[in-house]
Structures are given as structure tokens and as C-alpha cells.
């Protein structure tokens, strides 16, 4: 009875190891030699290099070598580079579509541009027309003033003049400001023409 139960045993022991030893995983690589190095562990010829994996299926994969320092920072500048390149895409598709949801035609466009420029010739009319009237008004302050020459003018006189410089200023400011907004629409009605006519030409999108 012990002699079979220790046949028994011994035969559990080996069926065992044989499974282990079927389940065993090589690792390959080349060392600086060139010569091919493996093992059930990974040799330390195949520290920070890249290997060959093999597992008891007889499947491999290959296992890419760590990254130094420079090519991680290369690496993740190119990720960054990619990002962005993504970004401008995007931004660049949802511009396309709000254009074509603005504009039916290229008659849209230019009659969008009519108004806006003349919007803004009207309101550098408008201050125009209020500078002149300002002058019209220190003209009073200044003929006042001229009795005063040689003495201190009036608290209301000195008043008069300097608020109407500065309203003067300030009326030409404006009218700066949308001489510069003429250019700008100029500029971005030319531009949304331009993507319209590009964006018409193309083919439709495939379903």
C-alpha cells in the first residue's frame, strides 16, 4: 500500500513539473555582440534593450526597447505637435460649418458686407457731424474769451473749452476706430467669400 501511494506521488510531482515547464515564458534578445541571449527570465543582456517574448502558446510580441531621456522629450513634443495640429483642425471644421450655416450663397455674403459697411459709414457720419457742431459751440467760448486776453478767463469759459477739446478728442477717436473696423470688415467678408466659394466646390461628404 505505501509503495503505491508513493508511485502515486511521484507521478503527481511530475505531471506537475511538466506543466510548469510548459508554461514557461522565453525571452530573446540580442546582446551587444549581436549574439541572441534568452532565458525564462529576462536576461540582463536584455536590460534596456528591446526583446522578443515568447509564451507557451508559441505566441511572441515583440517588446520595445525604454525610451532615453532625449527621445522621451521628443516624443512628447511630437504628441504635443499632434495635439495641436488636432486643435487647429477641429477649430478650423467648426469655422467651416458656421459659415456654411450663416451664408446660403455668395449674394449672402455681400449684401451682409453692404450693411455692415454702411453701419459703419453712417457712424463716422454721425461724428463727424457732432465734431462740428462741438466747433460750432467753442466758437461761442472762444469769442468769449477773447475779452478776457490779458485777464483770467471765467471758471464756465475755461470749462467750456476744455470739455469741448476733449469731446473734439474724443469724437476722433471714434471715428479712428471705425476707419480700422472698415479695413477689419473688409478683410473678413474677402475671407469668408474666399472659404464659401472653396467650401462649395468640394464634393459631398459620403454617408
Keep these: 500500500m505505501r509503495a503505491a501511494a508513493s508511485g502515486a506521488l511521484l507521478l503527481l510531482a511530475l505531471s506537475s513539473g511538466r506543466a510548469a515547464s510548459a508554461a514557461t515564458t522565453i525571452f530573446c534578445c540580442h546582446d551587444d555582440s549581436g549574439k541572441q541571449v534568452c532565458g525564462d527570465i529576462l536576461p540582463p543582456a536584455c536590460y534596456a534593450r528591446a526583446y522578443r517574448e515568447v509564451g507557451d502558446s508559441g505566441r511572441a510580441r515583440n517588446v520595445e526597447a525604454p525610451l532615453t531621456a532625449e527621445q522621451r522629450a521628443q516624443r512628447a513634443a511630437e504628441e504635443r505637435r499632434r495635439s495641436e495640429q488636432e486643435r487647429l483642425l477641429n477649430e478650423q471644421r467648426r469655422k467651416d460649418q458656421a459659415l456654411l450655416n450663416t451664408y446660403g450663397s ?101 454617408p
Excluded: C, N, W
Design 106 to 206: 455668395e449674394k449672402d455674403i455681400e449684401i451682409m458686407r453692404s450693411r455692415a459697411e454702411r453701419d459703419l459709414t453712417a457712424a463716422i457720419a454721425a461724428a463727424q457731424a457732432r465734431i462740428a457742431e462741438i466747433r460750432r459751440q467753442r466758437k461761442r467760448f472762444e469769442d468769449e474769451a477773447e475779452f478776457y486776453r490779458y485777464r483770467q478767463l471765467p471758471a464756465e469759459v475755461a470749462k467750456g473749452l476744455r470739455d469741448a477739446d476733449h469731446e473734439i478728442k474724443a469724437q476722433e477717436s471714434v471715428i479712428e476706430a471705425k476707419h480700422k473696423d472698415q479695413e477689419a470688415i473688409r478683410q473678413k467678408y474677402d475671407e469668408d467669400l474666399r472659404r464659401f466659394v472653396e467650401l462649395s466646390k468640394r464634393p459631398p461628404a459620403r
